[in-house]
């Protein structure tokens, strides 16, 4: 069966900081991989998808980007935080694009102090 | 764009009660209808979806229902219990190049 992870669970981190969250998929092969933003327990924003290693789509512009440098790999990245940026971060995998459900991890949450 | 409306963002209920979770969408062209369900501090999962050649489809004590033509659909829990209480989120998707778009989620809670 075909499992996701995310890590940290949580972080805190002072403005300013770099960052990186890390998810990997388990049990299948090739991904449609996403990147959401959850504020305030609430509503989904698409950040970041990927088709295929280093195809990167981004929804919405800001601080952040996305990489996928293996298959089943897709991290998280900000060179400096800003307070912002806090939030309830979730990875989420598809077998592909378009009309597939979408299978979540548990999230990180990142403080920025 | 697609545009998935959800309603109502708060919902109170006794347990054992009926509950009714309703979404519209804009974009004719979506097919493909998920419903998550979201507890504290964890991701959302998936609990039940329908296709648009589906009117119905049921899994124990939830259901979801899709009116292609008003472009509405609408998710009913029966005999909830406290462990139902948690943020419900539904979803829209057509085929192709498309992502899900949510609605901004639904908090139900249910009181013993």
């Known amino acids: 069966s075909q499992t996701i992870h995310q890590w940290p669970a949580t972080l805190v981190q002072p403005v300013g900081s770099p960052l990186s969250l890390e998810c990997t998929v388990e049990g299948t092969s090739n991904p449609n991989l996403y990147w959401y933003r959850q504020a305030a327990g609430r509503g989904l924003q698409l950040l970041f998808y990927?088709?295929?290693?280093?195809?990167i789509s981004s929804e919405v512009p800001q601080n952040l980007s996305a990489s996928r440098p293996q298959d089943r790999q897709f991290i998280l990245s900000s060179k400096k935080l800003l307070l912002s940026d806090s939030g309830f971060y979730l990875c989420?995998?598809?077998?592909?694009?378009?009309?597939?459900?979408?299978?979540f991890g548990d999230g990180t949450r990142l403080s920025i102090l | 764009g697609e545009n998935v409306e959800q309603h109502p963002s708060t919902l109170s209920v006794q347990e054992g009660d009926s509950a009714v979770i309703k979404c519209t969408y804009s974009?004719?062209?979506?097919?493909?209808f998920p419903w998550y369900k979201q507890e504290l501090g964890k991701g959302p999962q998936l609990i039940i979806d329908i296709r648009s050649n589906v009117g119905e489809k049921k899994d124990q004590r939830i259901a979801v229902t899709l009116n292609k033509t008003a472009k509405h659909f609408s998710l009913h829990i029966t005999e909830t219990q406290p462990e139902d209480s948690a943020v419900y989120f539904c979803a829209a998707s057509m085929s192709g190049y498309s992502t899900l778009t949510f609605g901004k989620g639904t908090m139900l809670l249910v009181s013993p």
């Open positions: 989420a995998w598809s077998v592909r694009l378009g009309n597939q459900p979408q299978h």
């Open positions: 974009d004719s062209a979506s097919n493909y």
């Open positions: 990927s088709v295929g290693i280093g195809q």
